[in-house]
């Protein structure tokens, strides 16, 4: 919001009320729209932390059983081929590296199941961070053909949800960009006050279409907004003055603290899990409602 083109201040019940009256006087008319087109790339394969960051908010799973069942996937399931079979790499690292052969697989498996258009030209690959060992790479599956649907009967429940994660992630890694139209509707109110509203429509899903990186707590970022033209009155329905106060940092979940313990340098991707549970059992902290 802004005021006599500046951005608002109100500093005390009686200036609010003062707008407030103006507002209920006022006509709204749409001043501007702002439209342009962006594309958002995939996040890289799961490493440790984010495996388990992920796990934690999207499938409620601790970090200690994250890693178990990881392990379990690892080691290897009976999947129908004759003896266990490993269906992810490595889950203990912090490296986004992956073999070149897994991603031209992954393009062969996108263009024949998904669609040619949301395969790339060529693989897609991703930067490690220098802090890294890069000793092992990313966690994905081992072979992208095994789809988290044509296993499933062979993987019990938690084994299913972690591995559709893990196959997802990868899958949408080698994906191509979602196209995304932005729109910002500026809105006059006589002739001192100014609102926007923001909203995104997808042009077209790319990536998303597999796997979306928007935080399942927060909701969705992407939202539509009518179609309106500039100059067009609208109607005011109610006008719900709001006070808001600063609110501290909130507490740590378990999510969060392994991305703090990241971070900061403490710990490696292999004992992350162990920090979270000797801490836990030790009485020192207790995350509370976390699944």
Do not use: C
């Not at 296993?151 to 949800?161: G, W, Y």
């Amino acid at each position: 919001v802004r005021i006599d083109n500046k951005k608002a201040k109100i500093e005390n019940e009686t200036q609010a009320s003062s707008i407030v009256k103006d507002l209920k006087a006022a006509s709204f008319i749409v001043d501007q729209i702002k439209t342009k087109t962006i594309k958002r790339n995939p996040l890289p394969p799961f490493i440790t932390s984010k495996l388990q960051q992920d796990a934690i908010n999207r499938l409620r799973f601790s970090a200690k059983k994250t890693m178990i069942v990881a392990q379990q996937l690892y080691e290897g399931i009976e999947i129908g081929t004759g003896g266990p079979e490993g269906l992810i790499t490595y889950m203990r690292t912090d490296s986004t590296r992956i073999a070149p052969e897994s991603a031209q697989e992954a393009q062969e498996y996108i263009s024949k199941n998904i669609g040619k258009e949301f395969a790339l030209d060529k693989p897609r690959f991703f930067k490690t961070k220098n802090k890294a060992q890069d000793a092992h790479e990313a966690i994905r599956p081992t072979s992208v053909f095994h789809s988290p649907e044509s296993i499933r009967q062979h993987l019990s429940p938690d084994q299913f949800k972690l591995y559709d994660l893990i196959w997802k992630r990868f899958v949408a890694s080698q994906m191509a960009q979602a196209i995304i139209d932005q729109k910002t509707i500026l809105i006059q109110a006589s002739d001192r006050y100014t609102f926007s509203v923001a909203g995104s429509t997808v042009k077209f899903p790319g990536y998303m279409k597999v796997y979306s990186a928007d935080d399942p707590k927060k909701g969705k970022d992407i939202q539509a907004l009518p179609d309106i033209e500039e100059k067009a009155g609208l109607k005011t329905v109610k006008i719900n003055p709001k006070q808001h106060f600063t609110k501290p940092k909130p507490r740590f979940s378990e999510a969060s603290l392994v991305k703090e313990l990241e971070k900061n340098g403490i710990g490696r991707p292999s004992t992350y899990a162990s920090i979270l549970s000797v801490i836990q059992d030790k009485g020192y902290v207790d995350f509370v409602n976390r699944y």
